[in-house]
């Protein structure tokens, strides 16, 4: 049997969230290696690109976010089979990166700093991929971003959502995605409501 690790941060969120629920969604056992922030330094040079997540299979590396989302999402059957369906799941990971990025530049600033470039990006970039990606749910049936039912595009986009509305981004207004793309939470309220996505959580003792 393949033997797989997940090194990522520890919390319930980011860009090894979606590897992590779709691995237990699937019922793939793996080891799920949640590195401290104060660990990172040594840890650092040892990955592909400087940075995590980082699936090791079988004791060889694997990066990027999203390589490793399709990897698992085929592992688990979360990934679309169809290369139209597979190029929609994608687009909608892409996406969430796109963003993902953005944010990450100003983790580190200074206060003030931050702040302004943060209320930037809520009243630009944020509401321009929020809009953007309900409009392609919407184009693509309106429950599921491909294949009419879960893949590791809807774990992506709706992880990046509840971040979104959890407050832990500072100058980032929660209501951002109910103001801008109800459907995107409604999205979210179907993922949150998956059996698979209630499972992960009540492990960790957290609501779905
Ligand atoms: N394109 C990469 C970006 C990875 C990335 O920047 N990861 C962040 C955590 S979400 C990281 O490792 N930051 C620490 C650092 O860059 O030193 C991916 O999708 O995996």
Redesign the pocket.
Known sequence: MTKLKLTY?DFHG??GETARLALSIGGIPFEDDRLAFVD?PQY?SRTP?????VLQVDGKDL????AINRYVGRLTDLYPADPWQAALCDEAMEAV?DM?SMI?TTLFLPDEEKKKQRQALAEGPIPFYLEALQRRLEANGGRYFADDRLTVADLKVFIWVRSLRSGKLDHVPTDLPERKAPKLVEHLERVNNHPGVKAYYAKFGLPA
């Open positions: 941060f980011g860009r990172w650092k690109f400087g940075a995590v997540p990066a990027q976010s999203n990166e993902d990450m």
